[in-house]
């Protein structure tokens, strides 16, 4: 599995757009990336995935540049309930599912 | 709510003891996982079960056992438990195997 790289924490204010960068510099062939967010005593969320170029659900946008070997994720006009862990997974989907998750992103986001 | 349950939410035990940890999946999904998450280690995987049949086996030590049952719950046994013990455990379901996993609320298992 690719070893994932992204800063430990952010701070953000509300309504403004929040970009967080995972490194992953081994990604392989194969290899899918995934995003997860966590509340507090929560399990995490699935929040969105993708292979290459740009993913766009309700919640938020995946950049992925040509090279896959890193990726954004973007929350658009964040909000104080968006205050958050946000993992960054790369694997492949069909691997056994084993989930690798790293230490992640603590997004702060401020009135 | 992702639609995968766990019992019990709570559970304080001594060292020593045994405990038995239940997941059941979503509607429809053939794979559980479970995953231990403590302050110092963080979310670790410990083991997958697709349909019945163990799958994928991560940082699971030797005291702690899962199986997955025709009706496709699935339970999570620990013994002979240490105070490193204590932690959050989540299970988590999804349709095949998957990177897109559903998990459960946890259950927080305190060993005192």
């Known amino acids: 599995l690719a070893k994932t790289t992204q800063p430990i924490s952010m701070d953000s204010y509300e309504g403004q757009e929040v970009n967080i960068t995972c490194s992953h510099n081994?990604?392989?062939?194969?290899?899918?990336i995934t995003w997860y967010q966590q509340f507090p005593s929560q399990g995490p969320r699935f929040i969105i995935q993708?292979?290459?170029t740009k993913v766009t659900n309700e919640v938020a946008s995946l950049f992925i540049p040509a090279d896959r070997k890193s990726s954004t994720l973007s929350l658009p006009r964040v909000s104080l309930s968006d205050t958050a862990v946000y993992y960054c997974?790369?694997?492949?989907?069909?691997?056994?599912?084993?989930?690798?998750f790293g230490q992640g992103t603590e997004l702060s986001v401020k009135p | 709510d992702s639609g995968v349950t766990q019992t019990p939410k709570h559970l304080i035990t001594a060292t020593g003891q045994r405990v038995t940890l239940r997941c059941s999946p979503r509607?429809?999904?053939?794979?559980v996982y479970w995953y231990q998450q403590s302050l110092d280690q963080g979310l670790q995987f410990l083991i997958h079960?697709?349909?019945?049949?163990?799958?994928a086996k991560g940082n699971i030590l030797e005291r702690f056992s899962a199986q997955q049952f025709p009706d496709l719950h699935s339970e999570l046994n620990l013994s002979s438990l240490e105070l490193g013990d204590s932690a959050l455990y989540f299970c988590?379901?999804?349709?095949?195997?998957?990177?897109?996993?559903?998990f459960g609320p946890g259950t927080r298992l305190t060993v005192l």
């Open positions: 079960y697709y349909n019945g049949e163990e799958r």
């Open positions: 081994n990604i392989a062939t194969n290899d899918y």
């Open positions: 988590a379901s999804s349709v095949g195997t998957s990177n897109e996993q559903f």
């Open positions: 509607s429809g999904d053939l794979s």
């Open positions: 997974l790369v694997g492949d989907n069909n691997q056994g599912g084993k989930l690798i």
């Open positions: 993708g292979y290459k």
